[in-house]
């Protein structure tokens, strides 16, 4: 399994972007993909998940402001992310779990400017 992040950049804060996370492998519409962020000198923060049937789970920190989505066909996950703040600088990093591993993209840096 591969995972290839796109999207980061730079925007002002109040701004958007959509990060797209394709899949290659082995991937099942029955397991979970989503994104995590880590910021210099923080821990890694769950953003979004969203299982196999749709369940969708949301960071505190995000939730009204982001949306995950995925499309099991394409084996892509996205995260639209609106209303960004400062705080949201971090490198986000695309992530799916089947029943035994934990996989992960390379990371795409995000950039929030006040």
């Known amino acids: 399994v591969q995972l290839q992040a796109y999207g980061g950049g730079l925007v002002q804060a109040g701004g958007s972007l959509r990060l797209s996370c394709v899949a290659s492998g082995n991937i099942f519409s029955i397991h979970v993909m989503g994104w995590y962020r880590q910021a210099p000198g923080k821990e890694h923060e769950l953003v979004a998940s969203i299982s196999g049937g749709g369940k969708i789970t949301y960071g505190d920190s995000v939730k009204g402001r982001f949306t995950i989505s995925r499309d099991n066909a394409k084996k892509t996950h996205d995260l639209q992310m609106n209303s960004l703040k400062p705080e949201d600088t971090a490198i986000y990093y695309c992530?799916?779990?089947?029943?035994?591993?934990?996989?992960w993209g390379q990371g795409t840096q995000v950039t929030v400017s006040s």
């Open positions: 992530w799916y779990a089947d029943a035994i591993n934990d996989f």
